[in-house]
């Protein structure tokens, strides 16, 4: 739940802060929300399935939910949508971006792990 905390934080400040203080640089303003789009969505929605008892206290986020969910994300976002809305737009770019902020959620909860078991 940290994570995802941090992670919606440093949204806002893209979004308010980083964008309007560096507009020339397309990354703040096209990409970097994809890459926080993980570290948003599955801590949330494994706190979720946590609270509904459907996974265990001791759950550890693996890498093949990581890549299940970025999977599910690239599909929905930039083969689906893109099909049924007309203003949404594919970008291959957004792909890699989901797929490096799952990178960044994978270190970042097995980090903790590692950590308590030394």
């Known amino acids: 739940m940290i994570l995802a905390g ?3 934080g440093i ?3 893209n979004r308010l802060l980083l964008i309007p203080l560096f507009p020339e640089l397309g990354f703040f303003r096209k990409y970097f ?3 926080l789009a993980l570290p948003v ?3 949330l929605s494994y706190y979720l399935a946590w609270r509904l008892g459907l996974i265990m206290d001791d759950f550890q986020i693996k890498i093949t939910h990581v890549l299940g969910a970025g999977i599910i994300f690239s599909l929905l976002f ?3 949508i893109p099909f049924i809305d007309e203003s949404s737009t594919r970008d291959p770019m ?3 971006a989901y797929f490096a902020g799952g990178l960044v959620l994978y270190i970042v909860a097995n980090t ?3 950590n308590s078991i030394n």
Do not use: R, T
């Open 78 to 80: 930039e083969g689906l």
């Open 11 to 13: 949204f806002a400040i």
């Open 41 to 43: 969505y599955l801590p």
């Open 6 to 8: 941090v992670s919606a």
């Open 94 to 96: 957004d792909i890699l």
């Open 112 to 114: 903790g792990k590692q």
């Open 33 to 35: 929300g994809d890459v």
